[in-house]
């Protein structure tokens, strides 16, 4: 079964990220991979980091001649910037430091919203710096690359993931139309990452103004997958129902505070007769809506998977928020550290890699597979089944 870790700190030498249960024989390509990097990058709002920060990644194992071998895949993605924040963020022992040699000063004004003083407490540090190096968002680039092999899987069985972003503060994209996987190019070519040109402009108006007023802003994000399997996850047992395997790898990813499968929020709201997707049967099984986001009982029905992450405001806020000095016990305004007004675009990009793990998790799980060949074979052989059915 698909398993990943990664590994790193924001600013130490690298992310690495280490994944375990890929069938032999997936091509992958290095191309591939720092393109599916540099869109999460992208994004009106963000901070100078993103300008400086190239991703360089290298493949450590698990890849020869541009396939995959069915032992763990290894990546590395050194941090550009790891040379301005050696001593900082040194491995080696050090005197008692006084001062974070970064910034000139221990953090201990913790951010609230942030991991910081929940972190502090748990692991008995008195440097914010120890909690925020690994609570800080850069780790979803390790996740980017699991992502990039997991759309790799579900590509060989012709399942496409994509993402958009449906709201930034108060504005919101129109519901319909849908976005394809053929829109994708222009998707990513919109500054927020919005379908509508309309809403994108407004988008950004919205992160500007934010911006103005040191403030920052949040937003959600939806994610699309086409040609999904029918059948995956599962009715019988809790904690392999694909709902909340979605619901828990969208929540999985910093900052998101609300995950939404299909109409969700809006269905609770709805009489039974419009709640859901009828059934008809025209030389197949269909539905006309999508309103269930492709789910029922637990598993996917075949065809569109739709589901929606919202994102809470970036807490590093150039205001400072009111908060209390863990040395001091005193009253005083968080630290702040270089950070981004609205990093919603790339935590849709984000979220599409986790939709793709779950999905090519649950994929490999009924498909089985040493070889990309057997996977195919098995998931031909159910699509065979099911026309018949
Ligand atoms: C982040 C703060 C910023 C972001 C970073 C996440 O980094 P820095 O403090 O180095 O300016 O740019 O995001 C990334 C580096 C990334 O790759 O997404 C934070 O505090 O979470």
Known sequence: MLRFLTAGESHGPGLVA???????????????????????????????RMKLEKDELEILGGVRHGTTLG????????????????????PEPQEEPEEDTQTGRKLTAPRPGHADLAGMMKYDRRDARDILERASA????????????????????????????VAIGKVTAPESP?????????????????????????????IEAARADRDTVGGVVEVLAYNVPPGLGSHVHWDRRIDGLLAGALMSIHAI?????????????????????????????????NRAGGTEGGMTVGGLLRVRAAMKPISTVLKGLETVDIVTHQSERAFYERSDTCAVPAAGVVAEQMV???????????????????????ALSRRTRLAAF
Request: glycine residues 10%.
């Open 356 to 378: 793709a793990i779950v999905l090519a998790q649950e994929c490999q799980r009924v498909f089985g597979g040493d070889t990309i060949n057997d996977f195919r074979a098995a």
């Open 138 to 165: 850069r780790e979803t680039a390790a996740r980017t690359v699991v992502g990039y092999l997991a759309k790799q899987l579900l590509r060989t069985i012709e399942v496409e993931v994509l993402s958009h972003v």
């Open 18 to 48: 280490t994944i375990e249960g890929l069938p032999a024989g997936l091509e992958v390509e290095v191309e591939g991979l720092q393109h599916e990097l540099a869109r999460r990058r992208l994004g009106f709002g963000r901070g100078p």
């Open 71 to 90: 032992s763990p895949v290894a990546v590395i993605i050194r941090n550009t910037e790891w040379p301005r924040w050696q001593q900082a963020m040194s």
């Open 257 to 289: 505070k609300a995950v939404e499968i299909g109409d969700g929020l809006e269905t609770a709201r709805r009489r039974g007769t419009e709640a859901h997707d009828e059934i008809y049967y025209e030389g197949g099984f269909e539905r006309r809506t």
């Open 178 to 206: 849908l976005p394809t996987p053929a829109d994708l190019e222009q998707i990513d070519a919109s500054e927020v990452r919005c379908f509508d040109p309309d809403a994108s402009a407004a988008m950004i108006g919205e």
